[in-house]
C-alpha cells in the first residue's frame, strides 16, 4: 500500500495528555505505512457562524489539513460522558458552512483512553454519531475503549497492549485503503 496521509486530530489540550501519547505511539505502529501529522485544534477561535464568509487562518488551516488527509485518526479522552468541547469546536468549523465539509467521505478511526474504567466508550460513540452525519465512514472494529495504566507506559505502549493495538493500527490502515 502506498504512504497513506492521515490527519490526527487529538480532543485534548493537556500538555501531558494521555491522548496525544497514544496517538504518538500509535504512528509508530504504522511506520512506512502511513505519515501521520497532527492537526492543529488549539489556536481556533469559538465557532461562530457569523464568521464563515471569512474564516480566520486557523480555520483555513485546519480545513485544508483534513482535505489533504487520505484519513482521519481521532483520539480523545471523555469528558463528563462525551467528547471535549475543542474537539466539537474543530469539528465545527471544518464541517461548515454546509455544503463545504472538508469531512465529507474521508475515511476515519476513532479511539481514546481514560484513567476510567471504561475507557472513553461515551465520548467515542458521541464522535461516530457525529462523524455519521457528517458522511464519514469510520471503523466499526475492532473498537478500543482503554485506560491508560494498562496501555501506556513511559516509553509509550504498554507491551501487553501492543499486540491489541496493532490489530487496531492494522485493521485501521485497511479501512483507509477501502474508503480513501
Not at 73 to 92: C, H, M, Q, W
Not at 112 to 128: D, E, M, N, P
Not at 141 to 164: C, H, M, N, T, W
Amino acid at each position: 500500500m502506498a504512504q497513506k496521509k492521515i490527519a490526527v486530530v487529538i480532543g485534548s489540550l493537556r500538555k501531558d495528555s494521555f491522548n496525544a501519547k497514544l496517538a504518538d505511539a500509535l504512528a509508530g505502529l504504522a511506520s512506512g505505512v502511513a505519515d501521520f501529522r497532527r492537526v492543529r485544534i488549539d489556536d481556533l477561535p469559538l465557532y461562530n457562524q457569523d464568521d464563515e464568509s471569512s474564516p480566520p487562518a486557523p480555520v483555513k488551516r485546519l480545513k485544508q489539513a483534513i482535505r489533504e488527509a487520505d484519513g482521519l485518526l481521532f483520539v480523545t479522552p471523555e469528558y463528563n460522558r462525551s467528547i471535549p468541547g475543542v474537539l466539537k469546536n474543530a469539528i465545527d468549523h471544518a464541517s461548515r458552512p454546509y455544503g463545504d465539509s472538508a469531512f465529507a467521505g474521508k475515511p476515519a478511526g476513532v479511539l481514546g483512553v481514560s484513567i476510567g474504567a471504561i475507557g472513553t466508550a461515551c465520548a467515542q460513540q458521541h464522535l461516530r454519531t457525529i462523524l455519521a452525519y457528517l458522511d464519514v465512514p469510520t471503523l466499526g472494529q475492532p473498537e478500543a475503549y482503554l485506560k491508560a495504566d494498562d496501555v501506556l507506559d513511559g516509553d509509550g505502549i504498554a507491551e501487553g497492549s501492543r499486540a491489541f493495538l496493532q490489530q487496531w493500527m492494522d485493521a485501521y490502515l485497511d479501512w483507509v485503503k477501502r474508503h480513501a
